[in-house]
């Protein structure tokens, strides 16, 4: 687990008697703590603490473990939403009366949007709009975390408002019909503060090559597991669909699965489970980075890998219907990799398990294609398929949303759809 030793003076209590207490005996960490509570209450996220002779003190921890509820129905609502990067998140706090259950009975609020990149400083104010409700691993109780999109004070999505777009899509009677499924595969590189250097290396060196580090288990292999561990548990609290967790093949990288979920849903899954993460990683001290090749050099990148899958293709005969999608999105395949993450091109080299960003390929049970189809879908003869470009910087609104279009509502033409047919060996 990453610490921070060093002394925290602005969490610091005051000392009555400091000239009493030894220097070796003074100190804070951030960890996180699990206490045995009843199924009601939430474990705790310890922030510091101040040791003496006598007892350990933590007043501020004993702050944010209070349970408001028998005083008061007033819950506090966490407003998340995107900045202006596309990738930063961005959330304010405000009390409501009492609990809520569906964003319909939410406010609206605003926000400064100059100081987030997405407004002018002489019409700065930004609306959120609440979509969808988490429970809040943090706070706890009725408390609430809330994803938003963001609108102009005349009721028109932002310019990266991209989940607007999305909804549009997926709200189109075509795609709806089809159901479709997203598992997102979100791998993230933890980093060590202020040196900018993955969590467990030798600062300014390298640890031994790749190969052991890759679901692997001991002291010398596996760096930030509680993290890991930690993120998993809050999200599983939070309402989050995730499916898993793994230890990537770079070390200090790690990965979580989101879904099966459907049409915009995986989107809020994944927006929310990266802000816990941003906040866990917040609380240990640790960087969270989402760059696609944070390590130049021959360590694997960091992807956000997309399974997908619609009504058509999960039925008999559904692997004609997946082979149909890939002849679709061979040829949208440069519109795809220009929404598909910034920084991609230097994770997509045709090694370390991706394919070229220049070249579009697919295979069965091929983790170096741009499109994989696994063993089991082509046995079965249905199944889904796998999208391996996303890098791992990617708006799960974008992507899901794109391969909805592309599969489901975009028509090539006869003439691009046979050349692209002939080039891929596909047999439609």
């Known amino acids: 687990m990453a610490q921070i030793l060093a002394a925290s003076p602005t969490c610091q209590m005051k000392l009555t008697k400091p000239s009493t207490i030894a220097p070796s005996k003074l100190w804070s960490s951030v960890v996180l703590k699990q206490k045995k509570q009843n199924s009601s209450k939430l474990r705790s996220f310890k922030v510091m603490a101040l040791q003496s002779d006598n007892s350990t003190i933590n007043r501020v921890e004993s702050l944010l473990n209070l349970d408001t509820k028998p005083f008061t129905d007033r819950i506090i609502a966490e407003y998340i939403w995107i900045g202006g990067s596309g990738i930063d998140l961005r959330s304010k706090s405000r009390t409501l009366e009492k609990p809520v259950e569906d964003p319909s009975e939410l406010p609206k609020w605003n926000y400064d949007g100059s100081s987030t990149g997405q407004a002018p400083g002489e019409d700065s104010e930004v609306i959120l709009y609440p979509q969808a409700i988490f429970r809040d691993p943090f ?24 989940r607007a777009r999305a909804a549009e899509i997926f709200s189109n009677k075509k795609v709806n019909e089809e159901i479709p499924w997203f598992g997102i595969e979100q ?4 980093l060590q503060p202020n040196v900018n250097w993955p969590l467990g290396w030798p600062v300014g060196a390298y640890p031994g090559p790749q190969g052991p580090y890759y679901c692997g288990v001991g002291a010398e292999k596996s ?28 070390p200090g990288q790690w990965e979580f699965q989101v879904g099966p979920s459907v049409g915009i849903e995986a989107g809020d899954h994944v927006w929310c489970a990266r802000y816990l993460l941003e ?4 609380q240990a001290g640790v960087v969270l980075t989402l760059d696609p090749k944070p390590i130049e050099g021959d360590w694997n990148g960091a992807g956000c890998h997309t399974n997908y899958s619609t009504k058509s293709m999960r039925e008999e005969g559904g692997f004609e219907v997946i082979k149909k999608a890939i002849l679709n999105l061979s040829l949208r395949h440069m519109e795809h990799i220009s929404a598909y993450g910034e920084g991609n091109e230097r994770r997509l080299t045709g090694k370390h398990e991706t394919a070229s960003i220049d070249q579009f390929s697919w295979g069965v049970a ?11 879908t082509e046995k079965k003869g249905k199944g889904y398929l796998e999208d391996r470009r996303p890098a791992s910087n990617m708006d799960p609104y974008i992507v899901t949303s794109l391969l909805a279009e592309t599969t489901l509502l975009w028509e090539p033409t006869l003439e691009a759809e046979a050349l692209a047919a002939q080039k891929l060996s596909l047999n439609v």
């Open 366 to 376: 091929n983790r170096g294609c741009s499109i994989r189809v696994g063993r089991d």
């Open 187 to 190: 791998e993230y590189t933890l």
């Open 139 to 162: 706070r706890g109780g009725n408390n609430i975390l809330v994803i938003c999109d963001t609108y102009t004070p005349a009721g028109e999505p932002i310019p990266t408002n991209k």
């Open 279 to 282: 906040r866990i990683t917040e």
């Open 223 to 250: 760096w930030g597991r509680d993290i890991s561990d930690a993120h998993y548990k809050a999200c599983l609290y939070a309402g989050i669909n995730i499916s898993g967790t793994n230890g990537e093949v770079m």
